[in-house]
């Protein structure tokens, strides 16, 4: 069980079982939501549990996607394309150990410029296909 929270607390989430390792995505809507690259894992519906889903706002960023925040503090928590059996949970959000290792990075042709990927780990122009 990993648990975690918005900034402020006013969201709350459980994630039964154990994390997949997250994905690091530069696209300009990540980058914009989160300020930076978006660090998320994607963890399946069935094992999510949000408390405090009342402060929690959602944002149509694209068609197919949706962003959750916190409307209280801003925290950025989630990214949900609701046609998958998955949701990406921020992993900022965790409290202590994830027990996991950085997967990939994706969209890095849209990385921002001041800084560099260097850490050795796959980079994707897109997404890849998942097994």
């Known amino acids: ?8 607390g006013a969201v709350t989430l459980t994630v039964a079982g154990s994390l997949p390792n ?5 696209c300009r809507m990540c980058r914009k939501h989160s ?3 978006f660090a998320s894992t994607d963890v ?10 009342e402060k ?3 944002f149509q960023s694209s068609e197919n996607v949706r ?3 916190c409307s209280t503090c801003g925290s950025s928590l989630f990214w949900d394309r609701s046609d998958r059996g998955w949701i990406a949970v921020a992993m900022g959000a ?4 994830t027990e996991t290792t ?3 990075h994706i969209y890095v042709a849209d990385k921002g410029d001041y800084y560099e990927i260097a850490d050795g780990l796959p980079q994707y122009d897109t997404v890849p296909p998942r097994d």
């Open 67 to 69: 962003r959750g925040f």
């Open 94 to 97: 965790f409290d202590g150990p």
């Open 56 to 58: 929690l706002t959602w």
């Open 44 to 53: 399946p519906r069935t094992a999510l549990t949000i408390v405090g889903e």
């Open 22 to 26: 997250p994905n690091f995505c530069h």
């Open 35 to 37: 300020g930076h690259h």
């Open 1 to 8: 069980m990993h648990s975690g929270s918005c900034l402020c």
């Open 102 to 104: 950085a997967n990939l």
